[in-house]
């Protein structure tokens, strides 16, 4: 069956420094979405990739999803303490509404 | 954010016990969703609803009980639950199913901390 690993499972980092997560896939994804969740909080969609080689920025947030569609980074430029929480990617397979979650990234920003 | 809203926020029980956890949507979506977030395994889809129809349901024990009365409703009945099924249950919902290369986006609830004793 499709399966995804989300690497690291955790990272420390020393705000100002960058960080990347990353999704890879043993198939290819029809799309992947990646959601961010803050401690004690729920999960809050951040982005959706479907294209081959897409790549999105959202301020300090940079998205690619693969040429092959089989992975997917996000990269988070000069952390700051606010980026503090676990990043999950997610996918549904071709056809299904079911989303997939990994088991994400948890990001601790040391100040 | 208010567009998907649950109550209790928490909740603590006694394995003979009944509740009902409830989610409102207001966001005229038509599909919602009930997932269970323990702290040992990734998030786990437990029911969907598409116009209050049930179109998904995942080898859920038979202790945990949906009902979606409307579009914008959602409950979860609990009933002689186990000390494992302690975790944080989510809501969300999504505009509408889609099943092709895009997926609907899913806006989630605060969620519902569970406790059993």
């Known amino acids: 069956g499709q399966q995804v690993m989300q690497i690291p499972q955790y990272q420390h980092v020393q705000e100002g420094e960058d960080f990347t997560t990353y999704c890879n896939s043993s198939t290819t994804l029809s799309n992947i979405q990646w959601y961010k969740q803050r401690p004690g909080g729920h999960p809050v969609f951040l982005i959706q990739l479907v294209k081959s080689g897409e790549v999105k920025k959202q301020k300090r947030l940079t998205f690619q999803f693969g040429e092959a569609k089989k992975n997917s980074s996000l990269h988070i430029t000069a952390t700051q303490t606010t980026d503090v929480g676990t990043y999950f990617c997610t996918y549904s397979g071709a056809g299904s509404y079911q989303l997939t979650f990994g088991k994400g990234t948890k990001l601790s920003v040391i100040p | 954010e208010t567009g998907v809203t649950q109550t209790p926020r928490h909740l603590v029980m006694g394995m003979t016990n009944k509740k009902s956890l409830k989610c409102e949507q207001h966001l005229g979506h038509n599909a919602m969703y009930w997932y269970k977030q323990s702290a040992k395994k990734p998030l786990e889809l437990m029911f969907v609803y598409s116009l209050e129809e049930r179109v998904e349901n995942n080898s859920v024990p038979s202790r945990f009980s949906p009902e979606c009365p409307n579009s914008s409703h959602l409950f979860l009945h609990l009933h002689t639950l186990q000390p494992e099924d302690s975790a944080l249950y989510l809501c969300?919902?999504?505009?509408?199913?889609?099943?092709?290369?895009?997926?609907?986006?899913?806006?989630f609830g605060p969620g519902t901390r569970l406790t059993v004793l």
């Open positions: 969300a919902s999504s505009q509408d199913l889609r099943g092709r290369g895009d997926t609907d986006t899913q806006y």
